[in-house]
């Protein structure tokens, strides 16, 4: 996902229009959206913006809808070529290219291109889900299928529905957003059989630490909820876990008549 604080790049994408230079804005539609004190006239149309998100949602879905097994992967937008995350990037989305899968991104820059960069070498489907946000970089090179959304939770919602899991390089907040979100979804058995991973253990130890140590300790969480995460440092392991859901998934799926793209919902 991309994290703010990526540098001005002098162009602005809004859905399918291109601005730059002066005709950048620095607010956006999800802002305007969200924010109760913007004007009235905006508040009254509210209704109307549901068909701006139907319309989201509907360009995501036929876009997406023949993907077949893939994987989503996080990380930093800060991360640059040559540093150990966005090196381990590009080696996690070519393994998972080998591996048969697609691999889904924010689109963005760092990490992001990492992972789009190595699935797009390595012959894989490279997916970029690009957000407006005030300066964005647009989407990578690396990217192969593109889309760019205006709303926040239209964007979260292809991350999950196509992705058979998510793998996560180390991040920030946007990261941390999204991995939570995916632990809930789990955890709530709104998705089954949804594996989450992050790669780095001294990166993510400490975070673990403190769930185990005083969220799981203060009764907050189940002790077993801490297995929702499997942390590693080792690519392969990382993609073996994914290509083993992925055989349970397809094995389950035999057993129920399911076609075995995606992750299963509870009903």
Same mark, same amino acid.
Request: glycine share 14%; proline share 5%; charged share 25%.
């Given at each position: 996902?991309?994290?703010?604080?990526?540098?001005?790049?002098?162009?602005?994408?809004?859905?399918?229009?291109?601005?730059?230079? *002066?005709?950048?804005?620095?607010?956006?539609?999800?802002?305007?959206?969200?924010?109760?004190?913007?004007?009235?006239?905006?508040?009254?149309?509210?209704?109307?913006?549901?068909?701006?998100?139907?319309?989201? =949602?509907?360009?995501?879905?036929?876009?997406?809808?023949?993907?077949?097994?893939?994987?989503?992967? =996080?990380?930093?937008?800060?991360?640059?070529? *040559?540093?150990?995350?966005?090196?381990?990037?590009?080696?996690?989305?070519?393994?998972?290219?080998?591996?048969?899968?697609?691999?889904?991104? *924010? *689109?963005?820059?760092?990490?992001?291109?990492?992972?789009?960069?190595?699935?797009?070498?390595?012959?894989?489907?490279?997916?970029?889900?690009?957000?407006?946000?005030?300066?964005?970089?647009?989407?990578?090179?690396?990217?192969?299928?593109?889309?760019?959304?205006?709303?926040?939770?239209?964007?979260?919602?292809?991350?999950?529905?196509?992705? !058979?899991?998510?793998?996560?390089?180390?991040?920030?907040?946007?990261?941390? +957003?999204?991995?939570?979100?995916?632990?809930?979804?789990? !955890?709530?058995?709104?998705?089954?059989?949804?594996?989450?991973?992050?790669?780095?253990?001294?990166?993510?130890?400490?975070?673990?630490?403190?769930?185990?140590?005083?969220?799981?300790?203060?009764?907050?969480?189940?002790?077993?909820?801490?297995?929702?995460? +499997?942390?590693?440092?080792?690519?392969?392991?990382?993609?073996?876990?994914?290509?083993?859901?992925?055989?349970?998934?397809?094995?389950?799926?035999?057993?129920?008549?399911?076609?075995?793209?995606?992750?299963?919902?509870?009903?």
């Amino acid at each position: 996902m991309e994290e703010e604080g990526i540098m001005p790049s002098g162009e602005q994408r809004r859905g399918p229009v291109l601005m730059r230079r *002066g005709q950048v804005q620095t607010e956006t539609t999800d802002q305007r959206l969200l924010d109760s004190r913007s004007p009235s006239d905006w508040v009254h149309t509210d209704p109307w913006r549901v068909l701006r998100i139907q319309a989201e =949602f509907v360009e995501g879905f036929g876009a997406l809808a023949e993907l077949g097994p893939a994987i989503s992967v =996080f990380g930093s937008a800060r991360s640059r070529p *040559g540093d150990p995350d966005y090196e381990q990037g590009v080696e996690l989305g070519a393994a998972l290219a080998r591996a048969g899968f697609g691999v889904i991104t *924010g *689109g963005g820059p760092g990490a992001m291109e990492a992972a789009n960069k190595g699935a797009s070498e390595s012959g894989g489907v490279s997916v970029g889900l690009g957000i407006e946000l005030p300066f964005e970089a647009g989407l990578n090179e690396w990217v192969d299928v593109g889309i760019n959304f205006r709303y926040f939770f239209a964007r979260k919602t292809m991350f999950v529905k196509y992705a !058979q899991g998510f793998i996560s390089l180390p991040g920030g907040f946007g990261t941390f +957003d999204e991995i939570f979100e995916a632990t809930t979804l789990v !955890q709530t058995q709104k998705v089954t059989s949804f594996p989450i991973v992050l790669l780095g253990t001294s990166y993510w130890g400490g975070l673990l630490g403190w769930i185990r140590d005083v969220v799981v300790a203060g009764g907050k969480v189940s002790p077993d909820d801490i297995d929702l995460f +499997d942390v590693t440092d080792d690519v392969d392991e990382a993609v073996s876990i994914m290509v083993e859901a992925r055989a349970e998934r397809e094995r389950s799926s035999r057993g129920q008549g399911l076609d075995g793209v995606g992750p299963r919902r509870a009903e």
